[in-house]
């Protein structure tokens, strides 16, 4: 057994106090920390026992060099001066605290990956028409809606009861478009309008007329591309829309 390191590691709290009580551990003027040591601020889920032990400190000193009278109320962000360290350490949070982050990022993870299943029914044909173009891949492209072929000008309704979010010139292909917030985290996109018959943050209803078919954007002929998202995440119209046209 080494004696010489058992006996230092004993005698290491009380000649902490001997050394801090003769005044060279603090300042009497401003009661600065001097000498060896370093600062160690409290994160969240330490703990005043888990830091002395990190450190290999006695608990009854670090609270007596930092005027500390219950353990238990060392709020997070405090610096705490430990005297005797060349460094600071990493203290690993309570099992407890590990737990309850855990929980909470399980939690927000599956809530956010929650798929909400599709309702049939729930949409109604946005416009009369023949359609041309399917959900999924086309020509090695993601297509992230359906294509139903029309005559320019030919009405555009609401699929559902919602908010008008935007009503204007969409991004690069899309051309003149409508975008509609609905319930149940649903939107729906019109695209390639000769003509939008709505405004932005006007409420509209179901049936409504909004815009007019066109070929504005990257179009080939008079159509009206549709999309349905679920959050951000593209969905099949056809899964929310009635079978017959």
Request: a positive charge; glycine letters at 10%; one cysteine or more.
């Amino acid at each position: 057994m080494n004696y010489r390191k058992v006996t230092l590691k004993i005698l290491f709290p009380l000649l902490t106090l001997l050394f801090l009580a003769g005044c060279q551990g603090f300042s009497s003027s401003r009661g600065t920390p001097s000498g060896p040591g370093v600062y160690h601020v409290v994160q969240k889920g330490q703990t005043l026992y888990r830091i002395a032990k990190a450190y290999e400190i006695n608990v009854r000193t670090l609270m007596q060099v930092n005027k500390i009278r219950d353990a238990a109320a060392v709020r997070v962000g405090r610096r705490l001066w430990v005297p005797g360290a060349f460094r600071v350490l990493y203290v690993p949070p309570t099992d407890k605290s590990v737990r309850t982050a855990h929980k909470k990022t399980k939690k927000r993870k599956s809530s956010g990956d929650k798929k909400r299943p599709p309702v049939k029914n729930f949409l109604s044909w946005p416009v009369k028409g023949t359609l041309t173009s399917t959900f999924g891949k086309r020509n090695g492209r993601n297509h992230d809606g359906i294509d139903v072929g029309a005559r320019k000008g030919t009405p555009i309704y609401a699929a559902a009861a919602g908010q008008v979010v935007f009503s204007d010139w969409g991004p690069t292909g899309y051309g003149l478009m409508v975008i509609i917030k609905h319930k149940n985290h649903l939107t729906t996109v019109y695209a390639h309008n000769s003509k939008n018959w709505v405004r932005k943050n006007t409420w509209v209803k179901k049936g409504q007329k909004i815009a007019s078919v066109g070929s504005t954007g990257r179009s080939t002929g008079p159509h009206l591309h549709f999309e349905v998202r679920n959050d951000t995440h593209p969905r099949n119209p056809l899964k929310y829309l009635p079978s017959k046209r």
